[in-house]
């Protein structure tokens, strides 16, 4: 797996000639034959298919690294490096898996006529839209916490005129006190209020800055206040321009490891289903826009995990899962394996039908893996794999799931071990 470096903070120069997102699909449009034909020379007749991505990627990376590129030409001698060095590692990859895969036997005319169906032929829009993907995550929306503030006031004044119906002559200090703590109280609620409204605006901000991983890329982010996140594959950190002690916090879509620099204030990651919370400490998360729940894992110190009101303290060594219409549960072993394991090096995954297996072979491998017959993709899959090693990835799940791997033509497929030769 390599290693994606970090861009630089802040906006690009005005020389630069990715200025912004319309200089970057001007210059798509402009290079995107030219590069095509790069890779596919690099790639060969028999990995072409795999051109399309190559680009992609290099588009991808021109971008976060657009603060150190000055002129036109450093941009194309960029691009042009990086597709030769892309198609270096795609073709290592394939080839591996190509080895592994000898001996097969070339596939029957129906099972490639659906193999060529389930592999979409790409085009330069297709392209430019998967490049606009990667680079943008999910926004939130600011909550308005106003009539929240506006109840506990109210609260407040019904308690204190219920307390004013009493006789006792120790009631005007009850009183007194009653109303001191509320006051209290309500203050703190209130600069709560304004904390997480002044971070969700933040963090939906037009001017947010998004670091990307594309598929079997890790990448390390340094923030401003000493904390360093590793980013799993096909990952989003948006990070807002405003960060340091007033807004400490990012938004995670995909999976991240986090070691937080002691500092002043919170430190807060933000996904679809939580908010977590931390001080001087280390965690991860995975929360990819197709799991259904995130999971956190605090590998040192202890953590705060938000769900709406429902507030769960986590200890080093627990995991959390935190889904919709649900309260938060422990995370089982299984579960905690297949969320946490990338950062030790492992892939894992327990009793997950193939559909959802294939797409994660691509993510965490850069194998792009179709099923030769639709029935298989409701086969279940078991496995535990290096991350240095797709060969292990795929023998698990041809021992799992009863398939077996090979290729119809430059495809890679899987096929049922019980079908004929």
């Not at 429902?310 to 297949?338: F, I, K, M, N, Y």
């Not at 430059?410 to 096929?415: A, E, H, P, T």
């Amino acid at each position: 797996m390599s290693s994606v470096i970090p861009p630089r903070d802040g906006d690009a120069t005005p020389r630069s000639p990715l200025a912004d997102e319309e200089a970057l699909r001007r210059a798509f449009i402009a290079e995107f034959s030219a590069l095509s034909k790069e890779a596919r020379d690099d790639l060969g007749a028999d990995a072409a298919v795999l051109g399309p991505k190559v680009v992609e990627g290099a588009f991808v990376r021109a971008w976060d690294a657009r603060a150190q590129l000055r002129t036109p030409a450093q941009l194309h001698e960029f691009l042009v490096q990086d597709v030769h060095h892309a198609s270096a590692r795609a073709l290592s990859r394939r080839q591996a898996a190509h080895r592994f895969a000898a001996g097969g036997t070339t596939p029957a005319h129906d099972e490639a006529h659906i193999v060529a169906r389930a592999i979409a032929e790409a085009d330069l829009e297709q392209s430019w839209g998967r490049v606009m993907h990667a680079l943008h995550g999910e926004a939130h929306s600011p909550e308005t916490l106003t009539e929240a503030a506006n109840a506990s006031r109210h609260e407040a004044a019904v308690h204190i005129a219920e307390a004013t119906k009493e006789t006792s002559l120790a009631m005007p200090l009850a009183i007194a006190a009653a109303a001191l703590v509320i006051a209290v109280g309500i203050g703190a609620y209130v600069d709560r209020a304004g904390a997480d409204a002044r971070i969700a605006t933040a963090l939906s901000a037009p001017d947010v800055r998004v670091h990307t991983t594309l598929a079997s890329q890790v990448g390390v982010v340094s923030l401003d206040d000493g904390s360093t996140v590793r980013l799993a594959p096909e990952s989003k950190l948006a990070i807002p321009t405003s960060f340091g002690p007033r807004v400490r916090a990012v938004k995670l879509d995909g999976a991240a490891n986090f070691a937080v620099a002691k500092g002043e204030g919170q430190f807060q990651v933000h996904t679809r289903d939580a908010v977590i919370v931390a001080t001087g400490t280390a965690f991860s998360v995975r929360s990819y826009p197709g799991d259904g729940a995130t999971v956190v894992t605090v590998s040192e110190g202890t953590v705060e995990v938000r769900h709406g009101d429902v507030r769960t303290p986590l200890t080093a060594g627990h995991a959390l899962v935190v889904a919709p219409g649900a309260p938060p549960r422990p995370a089982t072993s299984a579960e905690q394996a297949e969320a946490d394991g990338w950062r030790a090096g492992s892939y894992s995954v327990a009793g997950r039908p193939l559909r959802e297996v294939l797409p994660e072979l691509h993510r965490w491998y850069g194998l792009t893996i179709v099923a030769a017959q639709p029935a298989l993709m409701n086969r279940l899959v078991t496995l535990r794999a290096s991350l240095d090693s797709s060969r292990q990835a795929i023998r698990g799940v041809e021992q799992s799931a009863g398939v077996r791997f090979g290729y119809a033509g430059q495809n890679m497929v899987f096929r049922d071990t019980a079908a004929a030769p």
